[in-house]
């Protein structure tokens, strides 16, 4: 499955980190275009996001594994949503580790399988890690970066 990685250093410790990311009320915060979060259980959650066309996008996320303060990955529920023509699956992995002086190694991975590859795989890929730059940057921001 195609994966994109990123990582940055956040200048707080993994614990403190772990309160913001495990919590997903925390997303609008530090997560791109999320403008809310709303059905927030153990095992489930709902974004909110918004469009560029200033629509609002709902989207249902499955948390698949959750190790304080190491660990959390969750996958989009892909069946039945309007994703479904564009993505087979798509599951984010956030790991945090210690990076000495008070700071955390934050590692973000988003796996994708698009329901039609196609030559816009490049696009896809750039598109992603940009997002997930932006998501670690709105981390570092929160905690004094």
Excluded: C, K, N, Y
């Amino acid at each position: 499955m195609p994966r994109t990685t990123r990582s940055a250093t956040v200048p707080a410790p993994p614990e403190e980190v772990w309160r913001t990311v495990a919590d997903p009320h925390h997303l609008p915060r530090w997560w791109p275009r999320v403008q809310r979060v709303e059905g927030v259980d153990a095992e489930r959650f709902t974004e909110v996001l918004a469009t560029d066309r200033g629509r609002s996008v709902r989207v249902d996320f499955r948390v698949l594994e959750s190790r304080a303060p190491a660990l959390r990955r969750w996958e989009q529920e892909i069946e039945g949503s309007p994703f479904e023509r564009l993505l087979r699956s798509a599951e984010t992995e956030l790991r945090l580790e210690p990076a000495g002086a008070g700071a955390t190694r934050v590692t973000l991975t988003l796996r994708q399988r698009r329901a039609a590859p196609g030559r816009s795989a490049r696009w896809v890929r750039r598109a992603t890690a940009q997002r997930l730059d932006e998501a670690l940057a709105g981390l570092a921001r929160l905690h004094g970066g």
